[in-house]
C-alpha cells in the first residue's frame, strides 16, 4: 500500500499538519475548482506541490487531507461497488461516498486518478456525461497496489479473526475490539454526512433493542474524524439524537482503519461471533431482515 500512497506524494505530511479539523467548503471549493482547471492528462497531481506553493491556510490543507483520503479510496470504492451492485456508481453516489458537495466534484477526483499513469486504467466513462460505464474490477485485483487489498475488502473476512484495534470514546478514553469477546459483536463504520448510513442507523437502533438482551452488543465506529470530514462533535451528537441511536458510539481511528484494510464503501459492518471470529461482512445498507437473519444464527450458537 505504500506505493498506492506515493501516487499523491503526500504521506504523513497532512496527518500531522492539517489533524482532524474541518475543512471548510470554501477552501474544498478552491481546492477543487484549481485542480479542475489545472490537471494535465498524464501527469500525475504533485500535491506536496499544492500543498508547500499553493494552498498554504489551515483551512485549505484541512481540504487536501479530505480530497488526499478520498484519491486514495476511490479505486477501491469503484471496484467494491461493482461487485455487489454488479453496476457502475454513479458520479451522485461516488460525491455521496466521499462527502463532495456535487457530482461535478466527483468528476473531477475521477479525473485525477485518470490522469495519473501510476492508476491502472480501470474505468470506461461516457465522454458527454463523465459517468462510469464500465469497471475491469480484475485489472484491479490483478495490480500489485491494489489487489491484495480489494481481495481482502470483497471476499476476506468470513471465518478469519476480528482484528483487534484501539478505537476511541466519543466521551474520551479507549475500548478495543478484542474487550468484546464473549459477545456477539455488529461493528458498524461509518460517517456522519452518509446517506445510507443514516438510513441503517434506525434498523441497528432496533436490533439494538431487541436482542442486546441475547448477548448482542452493537458499536458504531464513526470515520468523519480519518476521512478528514468536516463533522464535530456537535454535529455527531445531533445525528446520534436525531436518529435515536441507543448503541456506543466510538472514533474509527487510523490504527483501526489500516487493520481492517482501509473501509472504501460506508457503511461497512462486521458480524463477530462470541470467539472474536468474523462471521459475515456487508459493504453498503443491509435490509433489517438479513441482519436480524444473521445476527440471530450466530446468538443461537453455544
Not at 445510507?196 to 438482551?213: D, F, G, T
Not at 472504501?264 to 470467539?275: A, G, N, W, Y
Request: one cysteine or more; hydrophobic letters at 40%; aromatic letters at 8%.
Amino acid at each position: 500500500m505504500d506505493k498506492l500512497r506515493n501516487i499523491f506524494v503526500l504521506l504523513a505530511l497532512f496527518a500531522v499538519s492539517a489533524g482532524t479539523g474541518a475543512a471548510s467548503s470554501a477552501a474544498e471549493a478552491r481546492v477543487l475548482d484549481y485542480v479542475r482547471t489545472h490537471l494535465q492528462p498524464g501527469q500525475p497531481l504533485m500535491v506536496t506541490d499544492l500543498y508547500n506553493r499553493v494552498f498554504t491556510q489551515p483551512d485549505e490543507r484541512r481540504a487536501l487531507n479530505k480530497l488526499y483520503n478520498a484519491f486514495f479510496r476511490i479505486p477501491l470504492f469503484v471496484a467494491n461497488y461493482q461487485e455487489k451492485f454488479k453496476s457502475p456508481p454513479t458520479l451522485a453516489v461516488i460525491a455521496q461516498q466521499f462527502d463532495l458537495h456535487s457530482p461535478a466534484d466527483a468528476d473531477v477526483l475521477l479525473r485525477v486518478m485518470e490522469s495519473d499513469p501510476r492508476v491502472p486504467p480501470f474505468l470506461t466513462r461516457d465522454s458527454k456525461t463523465g459517468q462510469i460505464t464500465h469497471v475491469d474490477v480484475d485489472r484491479i485485483k490483478t495490480d500489485p497496489k491494489f489487489g491484495q487489498v480489494l481481495a481482502r475488502q470483497i471476499g476476506g473476512w468470513d471465518g478469519n479473526p476480528a482484528p483487534d484495534a484501539t478505537l476511541t470514546r466519543m466521551e474520551g478514553g479507549e475500548l478495543h475490539i478484542a474487550d468484546f469477546q464473549g459477545k456477539v459483536l455488529l461493528l458498524e463504520v461509518w460517517f456522519t454526512g452518509c446517506p445510507p448510513c443514516m438510513q441503517e442507523a434506525p434498523a441497528l437502533s432496533s436490533l439494538n433493542h431487541e436482542l442486546s438482551a441475547r448477548g448482542l452488543v452493537i458499536l458504531g465506529a464513526n470515520a468523519d474524524r480519518i476521512l478528514g470530514l468536516e463533522y464535530n462533535d456537535s454535529a455527531r451528537q445531533h445525528f446520534i439524537q436525531e436518529h435515536h441511536i441507543t448503541y456506543p458510539i466510538a472514533n474509527w481511528t487510523t490504527e483501526a482503519d489500516r487493520a481492517y484494510g482501509g473501509i472504501s464503501i460506508f457503511p461497512t459492518l462486521f458480524l463477530v461471533d462470541r470467539k472474536g471470529i468474523v462471521r459475515n461482512h456487508w459493504i453498503g445498507y443491509v435490509q433489517l431482515e438479513a441482519l436480524r437473519e444473521a445476527i440471530n444464527g450466530v446468538l443461537s450458537e453455544n
